[in-house]
T-cell receptor
Framework: DAKTTQPPSMDCAEGRAANLPCNHSTISGNEYVYWYRQIHSQGPQYIIHGLKNNETNEMASLIITEDRKSSTLILPHATLRDTAVYYCIVRVGYNYGQNFVFGPGTRLSVLP | DTGVSQDPRHKITKRGQNVTFRCDPISEHNRLYWYRQTLGQGPEFLTYFQNEAQLEKSRLLSDRFSAERPKGSFSTLEIQRTEQGDSAMYLC??????????????FGSGTQLSVL
């Protein structure tokens, strides 16, 4: 089972920041938080990942709380093309399997 | 295009038939994953390879399913005696494993299977 919980859906106005929350209260010390998104009819796309420090790249910013029990993905200026399902994933352990476990994600709708 | 390539994009088959899907990963990626996704759900892990070795299989991968990666490059996923419940999007992903906890998956566009 996924180790994260996310709201099932969110709306955001075009041009505004989209803040997508994720809870991962059972995260272990060596587990990274990953974010992927999936646009309709395509495979998931990597966005960003982090361990404990905040991260930023050309797509988004990732804010991880100090206790690492939750995180927020920030899309600073959402566009209509950011409408997608966003998945927050905690890597399932270090030695047990090496697979990524996806939950149902958050369906983000960017509105004009 | 040097991304992950899957073939075919769509497959319609009759119940009881066998089907085979192909995945070509990004060149030099040593890991290859198969996932299955049904409508409204996130992708579900099926199996993964490191080079040619199949290292883990999900309990979702019944004995009707078999995956191979014979030369550590492309992979095939075969479903024998298809059932209507096999209808789903089958996704392939590849990665370059540099460390166990700092790995990025790159996904293909998937093969949509419909079993009639």
């Amino acid at each position: 089972d996924a180790k994260t919980t996310q709201p099932p859906s969110m709306d955001c106005a075009e041009g505004r920041a989209a803040n997508l929350p994720c809870n991962h209260s059972t995260i272990s010390g060596n587990e990274y938080v990953y974010w992927y998104r999936q646009i309709h009819s395509q495979g998931p796309q990597y966005i960003i990942h982090g361990l404990k420090n905040n991260e930023t790249n050309e797509m988004a910013s990732l804010i991880i709380t100090e206790d690492r029990k939750s995180s927020t993905l920030i899309l600073p200026h959402a566009t209509l093309r950011d409408t997608a399902v966003y998945y927050c994933i905690v890597r399932v352990g270090y030695n047990y399997g090496q697979n990524f476990v996806f939950g149902p994600g958050t369906r983000l709708s960017v509105l004009p | 295009d040097t991304g992950v390539s899957q073939d075919p994009r769509h497959k319609i088959t009759k119940r009881g038939q066998n089907v085979t899907f192909r995945c070509d990963p990004i060149s030099e990626h040593n890991r290859l994953y198969w996932y299955r996704q049904t409508l409204g759900q996130g992708p579900e892990f099926l199996t993964y390879f490191q080079n040619e070795a199949q290292l883990e299989k999900s309990r979702l991968l019944s004995d009707r399913f078999s995956a191979e990666r014979p030369k550590g490059s492309f992979s095939t996923l075969e479903i024998q005696r298809t059932e209507q419940g096999d209808s789903a999007m089958y996704l392939c992903a590849s990665s370059l494993r540099q460390s166990a906890t700092n790995e990025k998956l790159f996904f293909g566009s998937g093969t949509q299977l419909s079993v009639l």
